[in-house]
Every structure is written in structure tokens, then in C-alpha cells.
């Protein structure tokens, strides 16, 4: 059982189904939103259990973000045509047993770090 939670713990989440697509998001959205690189693995919404009042906020007409309102967490990424959603593996409470697997939006990175891990790279 994977678990973690926001930084100030008002919002927790849950799952025991095995995180796919596991990256590193270098868009200019997650990077503001964040203040940095967002990480994140995906699993089927079903197998995602979210304790708390998440606010979602609609930041483009493909996806909705969703935070804690008190913390200000940036915990879940939701397209609207997909029945899977993204969660932060850095609010995972312990280690995650993942292991990166690429690294997506490069083209909008920040130009103040180079990614060189040699990982596959999609613009």
C-alpha cells in the first residue's frame, strides 16, 4: 500500500494498485505550481483513495490540478478525458519503490538546470 498526504496532512491519499508512467514534468505549469520539477506516477482513478477536501482548479482545457486549500500542496494532476490520475511522489510518506522512467514537457524547461540522467526526453 502506497500512502501519502499534503504537507499540513488535511488531505491524505491512498492506493495498492502498482503507479505507472512515472516522470518528471518540466512545464512551465507544473513548475510554477510547484516551484520546481513535478514528479508524479499514475494509477486507474478507482485505485486512487482521496481523504480531504481537494480543491481543483482548471488550469487548461485538458486537465484540472488539484491542492490542498489550507497548505497549498500540489498533490494531483487529472486529464479530463482519461480515467487515471497523477499523484506528487514527493508527498508519498515513505520510499516509493519506483523508479523514474522519463521526463515530459523538456521543451518548456527551465534553462537554469540541464537534465542529464540520460532518461528518455519528450519534448
Known sequence: MMKGSCLCGDITFETSATPQGVSMCHCSQCRKQSGGIWSSAYVAESDLTITGDVTWYAASDQATRGSCAR???F???KAHDEDTISFALGAVDGPTGVTLEKHIFVASKGDYYQIADGLPQRE
Open 71 to 73: 497548505c497549498g500542496s
Open 75 to 77: 498533490l494531483f494532476w
